[in-house]
């Protein structure tokens, strides 16, 4: 759905190549097919061996880059970074990926996810010296590979992992290295392909698409992978690893052609549109058209049309050259906004029972603003299902999900809700039905392994007392 419009904020995206004669040229195009993930900030780092470079910017990646900026970044190893920044700012300085000079040589960094213990470590760091460029969390990580003097990089970075906690999937760059790492829940995804002899890195499959990369596999919760001259060495730097992959990525963030441990997203969120449809009352299945949300909602509105026999309808348009309404500060703003995105195609509903299917609800002002729409395009009846389970806690983990207080959800019963959205009825999909519909394989100690934290409040890791939840910082990634 309309991420910026209703508080479900999509993350970052990473991208990275190494050993590619057009290392540039090529991590331009895999964040650019990674924009979805953030459309606040990007730059790329370059290593042509010997020192690294790089460029970044606020905006786009088409505003950000172009032919003769791209051309100009020469070496065969780049990182590439796209960026989702809350409202509060961040600025130029957090965007990444950070790029750290030392006597002894540089390091560039990009990050997706959020660490939760960032806080106590800044404050341990500062004590003892450190002074940071940027109010992001990611910057800890840097300061904790330059004080560790054990070995080697790797040895560096290893001890530097195993103080963080949190999501994270890691993209780090020397001269003639790159470590790619991810956290022990695996809770963001990351997967590694091979183009030509070159090796790409990225935070959904769809970016190998697009380059011509060829998918080699994902990678494994608590695994760092480096890559240099002599190829790809892999080993677990993380006892206990457990899978809790973030359930909104198959439900809401992922592009729905890019694949997450063998599963396709869209194909996912189709079974999650049949499993709804074994959920939902009898009055919602003697609607008359089916419509999904766009974008994201529109495969679940599939699975749920095919399940039931409804005939599925585009009864909602996307005016997609509307600009984006991030920079719109206040909430009747923010409606506008949805109104301008969103059309009702009247002749799809008027006079019609319409099932909408969307996503999510967060803080359900969307939500109202899209069935009044349908409702004044003559729909006689909105029934609004929900292809995943109500959120009602925060994401700790790199998802700007709303504060608690913002979550519709956690406030008002099912009911209650529906009165407010205007809708006829509510159905949001059941815990269980998720888990079963994704079908993403059992963590390592026989659990879902799926992050379901912010339906049902339990959190795959530590949450510390002084945790900050990506809405309170600057700056998340
Ligand atoms: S809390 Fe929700 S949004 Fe955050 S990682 Fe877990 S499933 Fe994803």
Do not use: W
């Amino acid at each position: 759905m309309l991420a910026e419009l209703r508080g479900l904020n999509e993350e970052c995206g990473v991208f990275g190549v190494f050993g590619h004669e057009n290392a540039s040229q090529i991590t331009y195009y895999g964040l650019q097919s990674l924009q979805h993930r953030g459309q606040e900030g990007a730059g790329v780092v370059m290593s042509d061996g010997e020192r690294l470079r790089g460029h970044k910017g606020e905006g786009l990646v088409t505003e950000i880059f172009n032919q003769d900026i791209v051309n100009g970044l020469t070496g065969s190893a780049a990182i590439g970074h796209v960026r989702y920044q809350t409202a509060g700012g961040g600025g130029y300085q957090n965007v990444q990926p950070l790029l750290f000079h030392f006597q002894t040589g540089s390091l560039a960094l990009a990050h997706n996810g959020n660490l939760v213990n960032a806080t106590s470590l800044k404050r341990e760091l500062e004590a003892q010296g450190s002074i940071f460029q940027t109010t992001s969390d990611t910057e800890v990580l840097a300061h904790l590979i330059r004080r560790s003097s054990y070995g080697t990089m790797k040895d560096r970075l290893k001890t530097a992992l195993s103080m963080v906690k949190g999501a994270y999937a890691f993209l780090v760059m020397t001269e003639n290295e790159m470590h790619v790492a991810l956290d022990p829940q695996g809770l963001r995804p990351l997967s590694i392909g091979k183009l030509g002899n070159a090796y790409v890195v990225a935070s959904e499959t769809c970016a190998f698409d697009i380059i011509g990369a060829e998918f080699l596999r994902d990678v494994e919760p608590g695994e760092l992978i480096t890559i240099n001259d002599s190829g790809l060495h892999s080993e677990q730097f993380a006892a206990g690893v457990s899978d809790a992959m973030c359930t909104m990525e198959y439900v809401y963030f992922s592009r729905p052609d890019s694949d997450i441990h063998g599963i396709n997203v869209h194909s996912a969120r189709k079974r999650l549109g049949k499993q709804l449809a074994k959920e939902v009352e009898q009055a919602v299945l003697e609607a008359d058209v089916v419509t999904g949300v766009p974008d994201s909602s529109i495969s679940a509105a599939i699975g749920f049309a095919e399940a039931t026999g409804i005939p599925y309808e585009l009864g909602l348009i996307k005016n997609r050259y509307v600009g984006r309404t991030f920079i719109q500060p206040s909430q009747s703003l923010r409606e506008q906004g949805v109104k301008m995105k969103l059309s009702p195609v009247r002749g799809v509903v008027e006079g019609k029972k319409v099932v909408m299917v969307d996503d999510s609800i967060v803080r359900g002002t969307t939500s109202r603003r899209i069935v009044t729409m349908l409702k004044e395009a003559g729909a006689k009846e909105v029934h609004v299902v929900i292809s995943s389970p109500a959120i009602k806690h925060p994401c700790f983990y790199g998802i700007d999900t709303s504060e608690k207080g913002e979550l519709i959800a956690a406030h008002h019963t099912n009911e209650e809700l529906r009165e407010l959205i205007g809708a006829d009825s509510l159905t949001y999909l059941s815990v269980d039905g998720t888990i079963d519909a994704i079908q993403h394989r059992q963590g390592a100690l026989g659990e879902c392994g799926q992050c379901m934290a912010c339906f049902t409040g339990e959190y795959p890791t530590e949450i510390f007392p002084d945790t900050q939840h990506p809405h309170d910082k600057e700056i998340m990634c």
